[in-house]
């Protein structure tokens, strides 16, 4: 499994961006798909996930009500729509896919390589 983050870049407080995370997987839509992020010096965190189907999503409480996060199971791919960017969104962020594997419920998760979004205050 691969997933191929893009759409970061630099962008001003306030500002929007919107990130997206192909994946190179056969079957899309039996994978529950995320974004976390890692700050310099900070723990990777939480920012958002979605379900199999798209019909439930979960956020952070800093993500909620600025970013939207979505997918599209035809074109593999999964979006997080960040509006009203602050400075500490500043971070790389990852896209995580998870798959169960077995009747036990037994998961396995697969990470993107990173994309940074810097905001400038």
């Known amino acids: 499994v691969q997933l191929q983050a893009s759409g970061g870049g630099l962008v001003q407080a306030g500002g929007s961006l919107r990130l997206s995370c192909v994946a190179s997987?056969?079957?899309?839509?039996?994978?529950?798909m995320g974004w976390f992020r890692q700050a310099p010096g900070k723990e990777r965190e939480f920012v958002a996930s979605?379900?199999?189907?798209?019909?439930?999503?979960y956020y952070s409480d800093s993500a909620k009500g600025r970013f939207t996060i979505s997918r599209d199971n035809a074109k593999k791919t999964v979006y997080l729509q960040m509006n009203s960017l602050k400075a500490e969104d500043t971070a790389v962020y990852y896209c995580?896919?998870?798959?169960?594997?077995?009747?036990?419920?037994?998961?396995?998760?697969?990470w993107g390589q990173g994309t940074q979004v810097t905001v400038s205050s």
């Open positions: 995580n896919a998870v798959v169960v594997v077995n009747i036990e419920g037994s998961r396995v998760e697969h």
């Open positions: 997987v056969r079957i899309f839509s039996r994978y529950a």
């Open positions: 979605i379900s199999f189907s798209g019909g439930s999503t």
